[in-house]
């Protein structure tokens, strides 16, 4: 018998037609796989542009370049298998700490937070023989679990009611103290407007440091003075400004890769002195009310958007209202002319960085996940469970659109007015 190996292009053009009959029993015929990649009937090596990767150890996302690992059950038992590979770490004696201040917004690790804790790793684990330990100062209640799989491995969290809202000059005089009885090697803060910013530049000018800000990328570099070189953003962002990295840096998103092949033990850390209290001439009045329809899209953390999908438009905007979130929608519904032209999500829209992204009768069009490929958590109501945008989503619901809305209000109403479910 021949050795020559012949193609079936029918065979292949169903393994990448996902809506064909077969398609199912063809991918079990290739090993479980979808055809991430095939030959061409020109020689030319094709890819599919709809592979849907894996999940990476921190539940992000990966794109699958090799074919192997396709479909809902792969992703189920690749993050099974990631979460299982994770290595654990303990630094029981750290030559040297790296403080990081979270912003936690909302209670938990944001991107920006990881990404610098995934900094915060790389200056630690510089120096196999002498290994530092990233800590990490936490002000006020969170809802974080997982400040080891970030890289943590000590944990200061500051619960007094001194530290609440925006209290710059009690959370300065904690970190003062820190600085004295645990005098970290460095410190890095994340460079945003909700905070981390501020505090920076304050616990550079209480230390005399020149910190660096906008910092995105490090190098080591043996002639500065603590070893490493940094890159930040200067002019508006028009120039890349290198300088050696002191010991207070304000670092952009995407400054480092997260950590997500080890697990730290993030031990509870307390100061063996009493923080002094501080005298605050600033008082929180709390937070001002804003109209979520009268916030952009960009800078909406709570999105609700509508597709083809919707058919009770009163029903979502009642529900936008009752649940507080900005109103978007994608395309379809962009031109067929139930929602303004600066409400639409996607590519050919608007990118959005919400923490949480509802969407609502959406499929999924390429041009409308790369607009929300930013979200934290998404969250998807659709009839069909083969759409793209159920694959993206972190949560899924199958069903009709306008029945789980009105009882995700009625749920949230009752909520609101103090009643048991009697369920």
């Known amino acids: 018998m021949s050795e020559i190996r012949r193609r079936d292009p029918r065979?292949?053009?169903?393994?990448?037609?996902?809506?064909?009959?077969?398609h199912l029993s063809v991918?079990?015929?290739?090993?479980?796989?979808?055809?991430?990649?095939?030959?061409?009937?020109?020689?030319?090596?094709?890819?599919?542009?709809?592979?849907?990767?894996?999940?990476?150890?921190?539940?992000?996302?990966?794109?699958d370049r090799s074919g192997a690992q396709q479909g809902g059950q792969a992703a189920g038992a690749a993050r099974q298998a990631a979460q299982d590979s994770r290595r654990n770490v303990t630094i029981e004696d750290p030559a040297f700490l790296v403080a990081v201040v979270p912003e936690l917004s909302g209670g938990r690790?944001?991107?920006?937070?990881?990404?610098l804790l995934g900094l915060a790793r790389r200056l630690a684990d510089a120096d196999p023989e002498r290994p530092g330990a990233v800590l990490a100062v936490v002000f006020g209640e969170h809802k974080e679990e997982g400040?080891?799989?970030?890289?943590?491995?000590?944990?200061?969290?500051?619960?007094?009611?001194?530290?609440?809202?925006?209290?710059?000059?009690?959370?300065?005089?904690?970190?003062?103290?820190?600085?004295?009885?645990?005098?970290?090697h460095h410190w890095l803060l994340p460079d945003s407007p909700l905070g981390g910013a501020d505090l920076g530049r304050r616990l550079a000018l209480r230390l005399g440091e020149r910190p660096a800000t906008g910092v995105w990328q490090i190098e080591a570099d043996g002639e500065a003075p603590l070893g490493w070189r940094c890159t930040a953003r200067g002019a508006a962002e028009s120039l890349d400004i290198q300088r050696p990295l002191p010991r207070v840096a304000l670092a952009l998103a995407e400054c480092s890769e997260p950590v997500d092949e080890t697990r730290h033990a993030a031990e509870p850390l307390n100061l063996a002195e009493a923080i002094p209290s501080a005298f605050s001439r600033i008082e929180d009045l709390g937070q001002v009310a804003v109209d979520p329809a009268g916030v952009a899209l960009a800078e909406a953390e709570f999105i609700l958007s509508a597709g083809n999908g919707v058919k009770d438009w009163d029903g979502?905007?009642?529900?936008?209202?009752?649940?507080?979130?900005?109103?978007?929608?994608?395309?379809?519904?962009?031109?067929?002319?139930?929602?303004?032209?600066?409400?639409?999500?996607?590519a050919t829209g608007t990118w959005v960085t919400a923490r949480v992204y509802l969407a609502v009768?959406?499929?999924?069009?390429?041009?409308?996940?790369?607009?929300?490929?930013?979200?934290?958590?998404?969250?998807?109501?659709?009839l069909d469970p083969g759409c793209d945008m159920i694959k993206r989503a972190d949560l899924a619901v199958i069903g009709d659109s306008g029945e789980i809305l009105a009882a995700l209000v009625a749920k949230v109403e009752q909520q609101r007015g103090g009643q048991r479910d009697a369920a």
Request: glycine share 12%.
């Open 316 to 346: 979502f905007h009642h529900a936008a209202r009752v649940l507080g979130a900005t109103e978007g929608a994608s395309r379809v519904a962009v031109d067929d002319g139930f929602m303004a032209r600066d409400r639409q999500v996607g």
């Open 361 to 382: 009768g959406i499929s999924g069009a390429i041009q409308h996940l790369q607009g929300i490929q930013s979200c934290d958590k998404v969250v998807a109501i659709n």
């Open 109 to 115: 690790l944001s991107g920006h937070d990881k990404d």
């Open 147 to 184: 400040f080891g799989e970030a890289g943590i491995d000590r944990l200061l969290h500051l619960t007094d009611d001194a530290y609440a809202g925006f209290a710059p000059e009690a959370r300065l005089a904690a970190l003062a103290a820190v600085e004295r009885e645990l005098a970290p």
């Open 27 to 63: 991918l079990a015929e290739q090993g479980g796989g979808a055809a991430s990649e095939w030959l061409g009937p020109n020689g030319v090596i094709r890819k599919n542009p709809h592979a849907i990767g894996f999940i990476g150890p921190n539940g992000v996302k990966r794109i």
């Open 11 to 22: 065979r292949e053009w169903i393994a990448r037609n996902r809506l064909h009959p077969e």
